[in-house]
Structures are given as structure tokens and as C-alpha cells.
């Protein structure tokens, strides 16, 4: 199966009329889930893995926003969508803004455009899905590895950093990293560092680092930059190696 879709509207002949709409996603080999009520819809998410649910805002004893507010909780990783009237659109705002909302979708809607959201949803949960896998690789990862954006404030490290730089993730988080040993890398020979990495994308080699105690130790490192549709340099991920202590 290529993803689950679950459709919530106390409304049996809107459920119809979904289903019959979308049937080019069944095709496709999505498969469609249908309930009429919020208390339906999580009882279905305790035995079905729903990639995203789309959810009409006005049912009885349980509104669209407390069941996706209640799916963020239980069910971060699906993507959430409300299908309802524009005049419940204030009704949804809050939820939009603190992120329990994915989207919201007007009713009465046109089957093209309605489609063309749900694929764009489901293909925001693979980027999503992936993104998550690949930080719990970096993680995991042997290597000590810090992310950075373009101007080189830390976005992120793993666990192997912090004990190899004595560094918890709160000292380093949001500011410029600051890993080399000035004594023995100049500011000329870190320009000429970044200056490579500009045009060949990385750049590997030996340096002196320095612990937070003040120990020196030598690495193996690499820098590689991550460039935007625009080719811009936006992140530079450092990877490293430690490999004795001074």
C-alpha cells in the first residue's frame, strides 16, 4: 500500500460522495478508511497506521479540531486536515496556528483540487517520515556530527559531539561553532577551508581541536555544504573522528 487515508464526517452521503470522488486513489493503491464520529476515528488509529486524516469540523459530542488535537498527541507522525465550512474557519484558527492542523479545506470542494491536497499531504509525510530517519541516523551515528546553517550557528549535534567536545547541547545550540584550536588553525587557513568548500562542496582533513576543558585533541574531519534550489550554500554539516589527546 502506498499510505492510508482516513475520512471523518458524521455525514454517511458525504462519506459516500468522498469515496466515489476519490476513487482514483484506491486505484493508485492508497486505501480509504471512512468513520462517522471523532471516537470512531481514534479507535480505528489504535489498529490502523493512518498517514493522513481528513476530518469535517461540525459532528456531535466531538468537533474536527479536539480530533486532530487529540491525533497530534497520539499520532504526531499523520498529517491532518480540516474539510468543512469557510464560517468554520475561526472555529480552526487556533488549531492551525499551534500546528494540530495541516490544512484547511473548504467545503463545498472541487474533486481536482481536494485530490491534489491530499497527494500534496501524503508526500509531506514521506519528506517528513525521511527528515526523522535521517536525524535519528545522524544521532546514532559513531561520528561526532554538528549541523549549522549558512552563517555557521549550530542547529544541531548528536550525541557523539557533546561527549567528544565536553559540550551539552544547550552550550551549543544557536550559537557560531567555535570547534578549532586558534593556536594551531589560523583564520586564514579556516577562510581557505570554507573557501573549498564553496567550490568543490567539502573538504576533508587532520585538525586540532579543543575540549571544553581545554584538552587538545586531533580529528579526521569533514565539512560538506548542503546547498537550496537556488544552489546557495544553506547548512554545512561537520563530521569527525577523534583520534588522540594532547
Known amino acids: 500500500m502506498r499510505g492510508n487515508l482516513l475520512i471523518v464526517d458524521d455525514e454517511i452521503n458525504i462519506l459516500k460522495a468522498l469515496r466515489r470522488q476519490l476513487s482514483s486513489l484506491q486505484n493508485d493503491n492508497y486505501h480509504i478508511y471512512t468513520v462517522q464520529s471523532g471516537a470512531e476515528a481514534l479507535e480505528l488509529l489504535q489498529t490502523e497506521r493512518i498517514h493522513v486524516i481528513i476530518s469535517d469540523q461540525r459532528m456531535p459530542n466531538m468537533t474536527g479540531t479536539q480530533l486532530l488535537v487529540q491525533t497530534k498527541i497520539l499520532y504526531p507522525q499523520t498529517i491532518r486536515i480540516i474539510l468543512s465550512g469557510y464560517t468554520d474557519f475561526n472555529s480552526?484558527?487556533?488549531?492551525?496556528?499551534?500546528?494540530?492542523?495541516?490544512?484547511?479545506?473548504?467545503?463545498?470542494?472541487?474533486?481536482?483540487?481536494?485530490?491534489?491536497?491530499?497527494?500534496?499531504?501524503?508526500?509531506?509525510?514521506?519528506?517528513?517520515?525521511?527528515?526523522?530517519?535521517?536525524?535519528?541516523?545522524?544521532?546514532?551515528?559513531?561520528?561526532?556530527?554538528?549541523?549549522?546553517?549558512?552563517?555557521?550557528?549550530?542547529?544541531?549535534?548528536?550525541?557523539?559531539?557533546?561527549?567528544?567536545?565536553?559540550?551539552?547541547?544547550?552550550?551549543?545550540?544557536?550559537?557560531?561553532?567555535?570547534?578549532f584550536d586558534k593556536e594551531s588553525t589560523s583564520e586564514e587557513e579556516i577562510n581557505d577551508i570554507y573557501q573549498c568548500i564553496t567550490n568543490q562542496g567539502v573538504w576533508q582533513g587532520e585538525l586540532l581541536f579543543r575540549k571544553k576543558s581545554g584538552k587538545k585533541y586531533s580529528v579526521f574531519l569533514s565539512i560538506s555544504a548542503i546547498r537550496d534550489d537556488s544552489e546557495t550554500i544553506a547548512r554545512y554539516v561537520y563530521s569527525f573522528i577523534e583520534h588522540t589527546i594532547f
Open 92 to 179: 480552526v484558527q487556533d488549531a492551525i496556528n499551534q500546528g494540530h492542523i495541516y490544512k484547511f479545506l473548504n467545503k463545498p470542494w472541487k474533486t481536482h483540487e481536494l485530490l491534489q491536497h491530499i497527494q500534496d499531504a501524503f508526500a509531506y509525510y514521506d519528506i517528513h517520515m525521511e527528515q526523522l530517519q535521517a536525524k535519528q541516523v545522524v544521532m546514532n551515528a559513531i561520528e561526532a556530527i554538528a549541523i549549522t546553517d549558512n552563517k555557521h550557528i549550530v542547529q544541531s549535534v548528536n550525541t557523539a559531539f557533546c561527549l567528544s567536545t565536553e559540550l551539552s547541547t544547550l552550550e551549543v545550540v544557536g550559537i557560531d561553532i567555535d570547534i
